[in-house]
Each structure stands twice: as structure tokens, then as C-alpha cells.
């Protein structure tokens, strides 16, 4: 490995995926801006919400409003990034706030523009408070050169989650905009309401740094990757065990694939950005170690468990780590 406290970490987009769960019919979209040589990246996952954007509109092709939301979202997102030139001049000391701002701002623009286009006259429209127009979630992270390091900046709304992953573990950095506020063991189960997502109401993008000074994974993914497993410490599992038995990165894409879609029932989609390392062999070695201490510390005790309150249990030790952004 590098010496990390005198070269600088490299990033580099390794690993992508968007699945349908019908053909033609997904509301997931995903971005990737990642030029090794310029100063930031973008990763980003986004899912269309289909329950209050099931609605048809026939003059887009009679998608769903939440899979012209999600695709529309994410092109608007692209433009965002490169009309303030993120990728030639980074993120540089603009506070998380500022930026997310920006961000709901090109997101409200964006919505309204749609609207203009695709709905129909307001007569003809049904109106409840139930129902959000165009409703999409969106994971973003940015990751930026700095002095000392990288400077991820996670910019969020709704369910899908932003993530990084370091030899002592995973971390998901986001937080769940839910409206009973259900912690994501909780959440596999109850599936809570969301209480924001990107639509043509009221919405906000919530913002939070972090600074990456060793080798790590930066991802993001929709819920269709994480909460279909019994916990969400099987997620983690998951990522590290597929990429222990994979010899070559485009197999351990193939594996991660159908080990999600072995337990997903909706659209899932995920984009990964690797931070430090030069080879797949190298990524492989340096995360090995992680897999080992998380069977000794939770897989062996997860596999011979069988009541919920036994996975609660193991749960509160894992959050400790998986939630530290958030305690």
C-alpha cells in the first residue's frame, strides 16, 4: 500500500449498477462524474417514487411521474455540476449548507421545467396532500481534493443512502428523512413513510461532510440494495464477502448483483467510488482483514440466530460504528 500520509489519495469509479424489476419500467437513475485527473467526482443514485408518482403522463412517452422525476433529476443534477465547474475547481471551502442550497435550487428549477412540459392543465388535475408530483430521492457524493485529504460531501433527500466503507468497517452516512424517524434496523421492517423527497412540493437537500484520509469505498445506493436483507449489517456482509471471493473486479460486480437481487422485490442501483487504491488485487488485500474481524465480531453470531430480539442484540453493538456520523 501507499503511505497515505504523504501521497495523495487517487479516487476512481469502479463499480456501477441500475436494475429494473420490470423491463423498461425502472424509476431508478444513477450518475457518475469521475475524471481521476480533475479536482472532484460525483456519485449519485437516485429512486423514483412510485407510490405518490404513479401517475402516467402521456406525453412522456407515458412514463411515471416518478421515473421522469428520477431521470430528469439526475440529468439536472449533471448540469448543476457542471455549470459551477466542481470537476476543474472542487468544492473548494464552500460550506455543506451553501451547496446544498444550491443543489434544491437546480432540483425546484428542474421540477417546474417538467411540470411545464408534461402535466396536464390545472383543471384536469386531482389534487391531495397525499400526493407529491414528481417525487424522486436522490444519494450525492462528492468527493473533493484538499490539503489534507478528500473532503466527502454527502447531499441527500428521501431513503436512498450514501456510504463509506474503511478497513474498520461500514458507515452509512446518510440519514433516512422519515417521518416516525426509525433507526435502519427498525426500518427493514416497518418500512417507515418518507417525510422529504425531491417533488414539486417543498422539499429541502440535507448536507453532511466528512474527510477521507485513508483508503476507503465511497458509495451510494437505493433502498432496493440495502433493505431487502434481514439486517443491515447483512449489507455490509454482503459487499465484503462478494468482493473476498471475486477474482476480478467485473466478477465481483456480477456476484454483488445477484446476491442483492437473490432477496430485492424493487429496482436497485448503486454506484461505488474507490479512494487509495491502484489495482483490484490491491482493494481485494487491504479490505480482507475487514471481512475476518466482521464474521468474528457479527456474521458467525447473525448465521446462528434465530429470533429478532438475538439480532437486536447484535444490532446495538454494530451501530455503534455503522451510525457514528449520526450519534
Same mark, same amino acid.
Given at each position: 500500500?501507499?503511505?497515505?500520509q ?11 449498477f441500475e436494475?429494473e ?5 425502472g424509476? *431508478?437513475a444513477s450518475?457518475?462524474?469521475a ?5 472532484a ?5 437516485l ?8 401517475? %402516467?403522463?402521456?406525453?412522456? *412517452?407515458?412514463w411515471?411521474?416518478?421515473r ?9 443534477l449533471?448540469?448543476?455540476?457542471e ?7 472542487g ?10 442550497q444550491s443543489l434544491a ?7 417546474? !421545467?417538467?411540470?411545464? %412540459?408534461v +402535466?396536464?392543465?390545472?383543471?384536469r388535475?386531482?389534487?391531495?396532500s397525499?400526493i407529491?408530483?414528481?417525487?424522486t430521492?436522490l +444519494?450525492?457524493? =462528492? !468527493? ?6 478528500? &473532503?466527502?460531501?454527502?447531499l441527500w $433527500?428521501g *431513503?436512498?443512502?450514501g456510504?463509506?466503507?474503511? %478497513?474498520?468497517?461500514?458507515t452509512?452516512?446518510t440519514? *433516512?428523512? =422519515? ?5 435502519p434496523?427498525?426500518?427493514i421492517?416497518q ?6 423527497v425531491? +417533488?414539486?412540493k417543498p422539499?429541502?437537500?440535507n448536507?453532511r ?8 469505498? !465511497?458509495l451510494?445506493?437505493?433502498?432496493g440494495? #440495502? ?6 449489517m ?6 465484503l464477502?462478494?468482493?473476498?471471493k471475486?477474482k @476480478?473486479l +467485473?466478477e465481483? %460486480?456480477?456476484?454483488?448483483?445477484? &446476491?442483492?437481487? $437473490? /432477496?430485492?422485490?424493487d429496482?436497485?442501483?448503486?454506484? /461505488?467510488? @474507490? /479512494?487509495? #487504491?491502484?489495482t ?8 480482507y482483514?475487514?471481512?475476518? &474481524?466482521?464474521?468474528?465480531a ?7 440466530s434465530? @429470533?429478532r430480539?438475538?439480532l437486536r442484540a ?5 451501530? =455503534?460504528?455503522?451510525l457514528?456520523?449520526q450519534?
Amino acid at each position: 500500500m501507499k503511505d497515505t500520509q504523504r501521497t495523495e489519495l487517487n479516487f476512481d469509479p469502479i463499480l456501477a449498477f441500475e436494475i429494473e424489476q420490470k423491463n423498461g419500467q425502472g424509476e *431508478d437513475a444513477s450518475v457518475c462524474l469521475a475524471d481521476p485527473k480533475s479536482r472532484a467526482a460525483l456519485i449519485a443514485c437516485l429512486d423514483g417514487c412510485g407510490g405518490s408518482g404513479a401517475k %402516467k403522463y402521456p406525453d412522456a *412517452d407515458n412514463w411515471t411521474g416518478a421515473r421522469i422525476a428520477s431521470y430528469s433529476c439526475g440529468r439536472a443534477l449533471v448540469e448543476w455540476y457542471e455549470r459551477n465547474a466542481i470537476g476543474k475547481l472542487g468544492l473548494q471551502d464552500y460550506p455543506a449548507e451553501t451547496i446544498a442550497q444550491s443543489l434544491a435550487q437546480a432540483m425546484r428549477e428542474n421540477i417546474d !421545467v417538467m411540470k411545464s %412540459k408534461v +402535466s396536464p392543465a390545472p383543471e384536469r388535475m386531482v389534487v391531495s396532500s397525499m400526493i407529491r408530483p414528481f417525487p424522486t430521492t436522490l +444519494s450525492c457524493a =462528492l !468527493v473533493s481534493k484538499q490539503e489534507n485529504g478528500l &473532503r466527502g460531501l454527502f447531499l441527500w $433527500a428521501g *431513503d436512498s443512502r450514501g456510504f463509506v466503507l474503511t %478497513k474498520d468497517g461500514l458507515t452509512q452516512v446518510t440519514a *433516512d428523512d =422519515l417521518k416516525d424517524h426509525l433507526d435502519p434496523f427498525d426500518n427493514i421492517e416497518q418500512d417507515g413513510v418518507l417525510s422529504n423527497v425531491i +417533488s414539486a412540493k417543498p422539499f429541502t437537500v440535507n448536507a453532511r461532510d466528512v474527510l477521507l484520509t485513508e483508503p476507503c469505498l !465511497v458509495l451510494t445506493a437505493t433502498d432496493g440494495c #440495502f433493505s431487502y436483507f434481514r439486517t443491515p449489517m447483512e449489507f455490509e456482509y454482503t459487499i465484503l464477502e462478494t468482493l473476498a471471493k471475486a477474482k @476480478s473486479l +467485473s466478477e465481483w %460486480k456480477s456476484t454483488l448483483m445477484k &446476491r442483492i437481487g $437473490a /432477496v430485492a422485490s424493487d429496482d436497485y442501483t448503486m454506484e /461505488v467510488l @474507490s /479512494v487509495g #487504491f491502484d489495482t483490484f488485487d490491491q482493494l481485494k488485500a487491504y479490505f480482507y482483514p475487514t471481512l475476518t &474481524r466482521f464474521w468474528a465480531a457479527y456474521g458467525k453470531r447473525i448465521s446462528e440466530s434465530r @429470533s429478532r430480539e438475538e439480532l437486536r442484540a447484535i444490532w446495538d453493538a454494530y451501530k =455503534l460504528f455503522y451510525l457514528r456520523t449520526q450519534i
